[in-house]
């Protein structure tokens, strides 16, 4: 799934799921005075720093709404939280409770101090980082994948490797709905109107009114995610396209084909992250990588990007499992 960019900012390039994708692409006359700004800015700023943070690989991370913390979640069962300082994070806390991976996690819209999680240990957990405590731990029917909170945070849907998903409400931590797919849930997510967004293994994005989860269309693409204005969709596949989408006319503004190999869930299988603008598709960066990278995440505000890969001391070894994520848009001389 791409990562969220604003319209004039940066945007990773990156989503999951199968099939083909063959869309009308805008031509770009030429490098915008953006671009090549991002670009000289890029050349001074492509530093990549390490930071501990697990003991097995990083499966999630996600910048909290004030762009102060960063959580990542990992295969060793465990969420870490790092505080943002100027060109430097700090490791705040390290939380336990999930008895099996944690999977995907996200922050509260509006409220920094809480964030969710999804493990395979058939629960939901939520976090206060004011505590550093569980304030609510829910269980669920099945292995928990994927998760998303609403943009007005009353709501959070889980999906679980059975293709089920299961809408909770925020504040008594009660399941209210639940729905059985027929077809392969890959991921899930709100736009800024309200509506219900799931893409599914056929490669169709699926949209649902919400609450009542009833169809609304569906588009013959692959899966996708907003960017915060919620002007933009992004969408990619394994035949290595990725492509943005307007939400109101729902068609192709442009597509990437740059990369090499099938892009996967945030990630990419090639040994690259490619930065792009938003509106035009323009090539600003190629992030360099020794191995596959598993979950990117735009900071909110900064040209900052975390990251994680499947690597170890800068050696892709498939046997072991760093547990560090990447920092990139740091000085080079810092």
């Known amino acids: 799934m791409g990562v969220p960019a604003a319209a004039m900012e940066p945007s990773v390039l990156g989503q999951s799921g199968p099939g083909s994708l063959a869309p009308w692409c805008s031509v770009s006359s030429g490098p915008s005075r953006y671009v090549l700004g991002m670009q000289d800015l890029f050349q001074g700023y ?12 990083v499966h999630s991370v996600a910048w909290s709404c004030n762009r102060r913390r960063l959580a990542s979640g990992s295969f060793d069962n465990t969420v870490s939280v790092f505080v943002l300082e100027k060109d430097w994070m700090v490791k705040e806390n390290n939380y336990q409770g999930h ?3 944690v999977d995907q996690l996200c922050w509260h819209p509006s409220n920094p101090d809480l964030f969710v999680t999804a493990s395979g240990d058939k629960t939901i957990r939520i976090w206060d980082v004011r ?3 569980c304030i609510a731990t829910v269980n669920t029917k099945g292995e928990n994948i994927n998760i998303c909170w609403s943009p007005d945070g009353q709501t959070i849907a889980v999906g ?5 998903v299961t809408f909770i409400e925020a504040k008594t931590h009660r399941s209210k709905a639940e729905e059985q797919f027929k ?4 991921e899930i997510s709100w736009n800024n109107d309200n509506m219900f ?20 269309q569906s588009i013959n693409a692959h899966p996708c995610n907003f960017d915060p204005m919620g002007k933009y969709f992004a969408i ?9 989408w307007d939400v109101d006319e729902l068609v192709c503004v442009w597509c990437f084909s740059r990369l090499d190999w099938p892009v996967r869930m945030l990630s990419f299988k090639d040994h690259f992250i490619g930065i792009a603008e938003v509106e035009t598709g323009d090539k600003l960066w190629e992030v360099q990588c020794e191995s596959l990278t598993f979950t ?3 900071h909110p505000k900064r040209p900052l990007l975390a990251f994680a890969c499947d690597d170890i001391d800068g050696k892709y070894d498939s046997s072991q499992e760093a547990g560090t994520v990447k920092l990139f848009g740091l000085p080079n001389d810092s």
């Open 99 to 101: 008895g099996d991976s």
């Open 197 to 216: 967004f799931l893409t599914n293994g056929n490669g169709c994005i699926n949209i649902f009114s919400y609450s009542e989860l009833k169809p609304v």
């Open 160 to 164: 679980n490797k059975d293709d089920v």
């Open 183 to 186: 077809f392969e849930v890959n």
């Open 296 to 298: 990117v995440a735009w």
């Open 46 to 57: 492509s530093k990549t720093l390490e930071f501990l943070a697990h003991s097995a690989k």
């Open 131 to 133: 505590t550093t405590k």
């Open 236 to 244: 990619g596949s394994a035949d290595a396209l990725v492509s943005l």
